[in-house]
């Protein structure tokens, strides 16, 4: 399936397996550099954030989307199909859901310099309209509490905060639109 959609300042790009390998070692180094900082401020080394976008471009119905200005990757969002019974190890969520295919969206990141410029909405359409298109019946994602701008725009495109916080990370809640 080729996605593409123009926003104001990029272009986002549903990415191939082919095209996430081509870009591993800059999707890797913006992974490394959102997830430093707060509220998150994790340390993840290059080697590692590779092996997590490999391992998500891996799942079930994987879909990777990039966005891209001035051929430099300014921020992707990945996503995978997760089952209820999946769900339902990391939280009681699966309670909540509505019958149907579960869009987990795993991974929103855009680079400090680019936010706040319609970025991280663009990718969540992408997303949104892609699991619509795919037949899914619902988009799933977790935030952390103090992810503000993250929690104002997830508000802003529909999802629901549950207030169910993720078993792994108690700062963590989970998110779902309904399709």
Known sequence: MALLIMCQLSLILLLSKSQINGLLAELGTLYMGVWSAPPWCEQWSHFNACAEITALAEKMEAMIFAAVASEKVIGFCASYE?????????????????????????EMLVGAENRGQGVGVSLTLA?????????????????????????????????????????????????????
């Open 82 to 106: 997760m089952t209820a019974g999946e769900l339902a190890k990391k939280t009681s969520l699966s309670l909540c859901l509505p019958a149907g295919r579960i869009l987990y969206l795993a």
């Open 127 to 179: 997303t949104i309209t892609a699991a619509k298109t795919a037949g899914y019946g619902s988009v799933v994602l977790r935030t952390d509490i103090d992810a503000i701008p993250a929690r104002k725009l997830y508000a802003k495109m529909g999802f629901c905060d549950t207030g169910i916080s993720d078993v792994d990370h108690s700062t963590r809640t989970y998110w779902v639109l309904t399709l």
